[in-house]
């Protein structure tokens, strides 16, 4: 333990390239690809290894006859489908791959067969299976190749729709399947884009209802008949960009429920009548109705969460008598996966607190009586030592305020300022929201470290006009609200100023990157994760089934004005600017941004001289989902903390 001890004082010295180093170091697995990064000891381990014994639980699924639910948590390295047969009980695994599960259903009425989406090595090129419940037995249903996205039981339970790109990889097409009969699978309408997908079955189980999203702020509802194929608009493009999230059709069958943003800044909940394609709103909060509402069986009671400044509040509505439901007091968190059982009374649901994973509740409607499910550990620490955040506010730079969630450690800095990590979220179309850190709890809680997650324009929650504020030639100025940020922190008597270090993942990687080139000066460090470098190349090589929908978000760079704005402000053409020490994380498989947008800063940053750790991944996709490789990329994260934002 002394040489532990020593060997680990020696690297934070900086001299990570002993040979002793190497006696302590933690293997990398085999699919990781490691360039620059020195011998990680093996006392980081040691000592963050609790922070990485965590783990969740996902509502997928009630058994339709029992009072018993197929949930998604992981024992082994990824999330499986486990079987609870009643609150706070034990986890049975029943699948066991080495890739995660997306989801998993019950077959309807009987609960025979549950069917569950997989990809392979975090491609998102997502199967559809079969699980028999009786023999343990699992059948590919789709044809290994194409990307299936989520499917939709019909009300008998003896079919489900989804949309492929088998066709051609791009295009979404609507497909009808009896999950008992693998060559019963046909497709039903061809479509165009790839933001086609299922939302419901008519009640006589003839017409669907569709969806086809453009981008987060305009998406159009459909009706399709499962016999012939013709499509009905329901939602005609007009001079205003909205947005419907379709939720259901009513019990009658004449009407559809669904969440929009026409005339309104959020999105309220209304009835739409199929044969006048009038609405009639529902709700009027000053709030996002959430995406995910969901009808009880009999189409009586609809379940609703709202976004509430980042929080999540649940609703329940009588749609007999137009009242809500009395629920009972939740924990403060974000709420995900309302699940109804067939019995009508009991839902169910994911609520993650920034003081616990994501775990399973129900509610019986009738009694008001709230259950826990699941109860998922936090690799021994008590989560009272964890840190709550506080909403913070700051002005940018046209006077536009801004908000974020601060994570304060709990113990006095021993310099006099606690030094900051600002976390920016992908999307762009996301929110920082306050829930649970995960392994990042550990920055604030052992290393000192102050949080910042902000919610820079761009951001949802925030009305849809906020959300567009960064759109299109409007790009660079969300990167300037971290500019406001830095200067926040500068006149605050608690935050290090000297001492920032930046980080994200997805479009918040790029964020990174684009922070890097313009306050160079003003952070020590950065961290890029699946980060896009330029959002020219990013556009031409992501998967052709999304492509258009970033196109509505970043702009069309094929249009020679946007090209030439996309090119000047991409990170990539400003790599000199960057001098600060960066890490850079890539997964090999990743369908979104695709490695070579990381392969071109990295080795851009190696010709300027620029200190680089680039970490990558065989068996990832669009962020490390496997423990073995989250891990390694969390230890790798806390020496570069320790060395290049703390100094040690």
Not at 166 to 174: E, I, K, P
Not at 264 to 280: C, I, P, V
Not at 543 to 558: F, K, M, N, V
Not at 638 to 647: Q, S
Request: glycine share 8%; charged share 25%.
């Amino acid at each position: 333990m002394k040489l532990r001890k020593l060997l680990f004082g020696v690297i934070l010295l900086g001299l990570v390239a002993t040979g002793l180093a190497q006696e302590a170091a933690i293997a990398p697995n085999d699919a990781l690809i490691l360039e620059n990064i020195p011998a990680i000891p093996a006392s980081i381990a040691t000592r963050a290894d609790r922070y990485t014994q965590f783990r969740s639980a996902s509502m997928w699924s009630w058994h339709p006859q029992r009072r018993e639910i197929l949930i998604g948590t992981r024992f082994g390295d990824t999330n499986q489908v486990h079987q609870v047969a009643m609150p706070g009980g034990a986890r049975t695994q029943l699948t066991f791959f080495p890739d995660r599960i997306a989801d998993a259903s019950y077959h309807p009425h009987s609960a025979d067969y549950f069917l569950f989406r997989k990809d392979l090595g975090g491609g998102e090129w997502y199967q559809i299976f079969r699980f028999d419940v009786a023999s343990g037995d699992t059948t590919l249903l789709t044809d290994g190749k194409s990307r299936n996205t989520e499917y939709v039981w019909s009300n008998k339970g003896d079919r489900i729709a989804y949309a492929s790109t088998r066709r051609n990889n791009a295009d979404l097409d609507f497909f009808v399947m009896d999950p008992t009969k693998k060559d019963s699978d046909k497709m039903v309408a061809q479509n165009q884009g790839g933001g086609w997908q299922v939302h419901d079955w008519s009640p006589d189980d003839r017409t669907l209802l569709v969806m086809n999203g453009i981008s987060i702020n305009e998406s159009y509802l459909w009706l399709v008949d499962t016999d012939t194929g013709q499509k009905t608009e329901l939602t005609p493009k007009g001079s205003d960009k909205v947005s419907y999230v379709p939720i259901g059709f009513s019990r009658d069958g004449k009407g559809i429920y669904v969440g929009t943003d026409k005339d309104n800044e959020f999105l309220r909940l209304a009835y739409m009548d199929l044969a006048t394609k009038s609405l009639k709103y529902l709700t009027s909060y000053k709030w996002d109705i959430e995406e995910g509402a969901q009808l009880s069986e009999d189409r009586r009671h609809m379940a609703f969460v709202l976004n509430e400044n980042g929080m999540s509040t649940l609703h329940v509505f009588d749609l007999d008598s137009g009242k809500e439901l009395r629920l009972p007091k939740l924990p403060a968190g974000v709420i995900s996966n309302l699940r109804w059982h067939e019995n009508n009374r009991d839902l169910a649901f994911s609520l993650n607190t920034s003081q616990s994973p994501s775990d399973v509740y129900s509610i019986d409607i009738q009694t008001a009586k709230l259950d826990r499910w699941t109860m998922s550990e936090i690799g021994g620490i008590q989560p009272q030592n964890l840190v709550e955040p506080k909403l913070i506010t700051w002005k940018s730079f046209d006077g536009r305020e801004i908000s974020g969630w601060l994570y304060l450690p709990k113990d006095k800095p021993a310099a006099g300022k606690y030094p900051v990590e600002i976390v920016i979220h992908g999307g762009p179309e996301g929110q920082s929201r306050p829930t649970f850190l995960g392994r990042t709890n550990y920055l604030p809680n052992e290393m000192g470290v102050a949080l910042i997650f902000p919610n820079v324009r761009g951001s949802t929650g925030s009305g849809k006009a906020f959300t567009q504020l960064d759109n299109g030639f409007l790009r660079e100025n969300t990167y300037k609200d971290i500019g406001a940020l830095l200067d926040w922190i500068g006149t605050q008597p608690d935050l290090d100023a000297k001492k920032v270090l930046v980080t994200g993942g997805s479009y918040g990687g790029h964020m990174t990157l684009a922070v890097a080139t313009l306050y160079n000066d003003r952070i020590a460090c950065s961290v890029d994760i699946v980060g896009i470098s330029n959002l020219v190349t990013f556009l031409e090589h992501t998967e052709a089934y999304r492509r258009d929908l970033r196109r509505a978000e970043y702009g069309d760079e094929r249009d020679p004005k946007m090209r030439a704005y996309l090119e000047s402000i991409a990170p990539m053409n400003h790599v000199k600017a960057i001098t600060k020490p960066m890490m850079v994380v890539a997964g090999v498989n990743d369908p979104r941004v695709p490695k070579s947008e990381a392969d071109q800063m990295v080795k851009a940053l190696e010709a300027n001289g620029t200190p680089v750790w680039y970490l990558a991944a065989k068996d990832e996709g669009h962020g490390f989902a496997k423990k073995k490789n989250a891990d390694f990329q969390f230890y790798t994260t806390v020496l570069f903390t320790l060395k290049y934002l703390l100094g040690n």
